[in-house]
């Protein structure tokens, strides 16, 4: 499988990823970073583990349609099996994400469908939720709403704050992302009449594995 990653901050998902394409956790003849800024500390990260890279930052370009007609001739060029969205803070179109259903995997950090969008920690705090985790979904034209594969939930202590979730959360996700981008590149998972199918099996809720 060539895998493409998108990023737009730290990377640590990025990290993660490339980490298991090394050890053969995912089977990868090529993995490619792709930011939309050219300041992404991912960047650097990718470099260090030996991933080629390469900015597309948005900024550069008047529109959207713009930006993305250049991620699209950077990415046929690269021709990925997969894309991972990991940390990618941009919003796709409905045509660019439709010309891909199937192949585009995101991470968000929520038990979706509970708080899609921005600052879930801060959500579930403010909630006064029990439960929190991430999700790692197919992704569909409707913003973190593709079908979800994998979920890790953890309980929410007392004593939490935003910080502290995060970083929970987060090392949660190093351990999920790979193993759903592995099942993709052993052709273990696929997305049939948008339901996730797992080694032959209809999903019809994620699979979910506490922490
Ligand atoms: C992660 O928490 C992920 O769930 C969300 O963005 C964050 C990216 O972090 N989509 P990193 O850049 O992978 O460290």
């Given at each position: 499988m060539r895998l493409a990653i998108l990023i737009s901050g730290q990377g640590s998902n990025m990290q993660a990823l490339a980490l298991a394409c090394q050890r053969g956790q995912i089977d990868a003849q090529a993995i490619r970073v792709f930011s939309?800024?050219?300041?992404?500390t991912g960047l650097a990260l990718a470099a260090s583990l030996g991933c080629a890279s390469e900015a597309i930052p948005?900024?550069?370009?008047?529109t959207r349609a713009a930006f993305e007609q250049a991620l699209e001739r950077s990415l046929v060029k690269f021709a990925p099996a997969t894309i991972a969205l990991a940390g990618f803070m941009r919003v796709l179109s409905g045509e660019f994400v439709a010309r891909r259903l199937g192949q585009m995997v995101n991470i968000h950090?929520?038990?979706?469908?509970?708080?899609?969008?921005?600052h879930t920690h801060r959500k579930v705090l403010q909630a006064g939720d029990s439960q929190h985790g991430a999700t790692v979904h197919f992704v569909t034209p409707e913003l973190d709403g593709g079908p979800a594969i994998l979920q890790a939930r953890l309980a929410v202590a007392p004593q939490d704050d935003e910080a502290q979730l995060s970083a929970r959360v987060q090392a949660c996700e190093h351990i999920i992302y790979p193993r759903v981008v592995g099942w993709l590149s052993r052709d273990q998972l696929c997305l049939r009449d948008g339901m996730p199918e797992l080694n032959g099996e209809r999903m019809h809720q994620p699979l979910v594995e506490d922490f």
């Open positions: 939309d800024r050219a300041d992404a948005a900024h550069d370009y008047p950090p929520s038990l979706l469908p509970r708080h899609k969008g921005l």
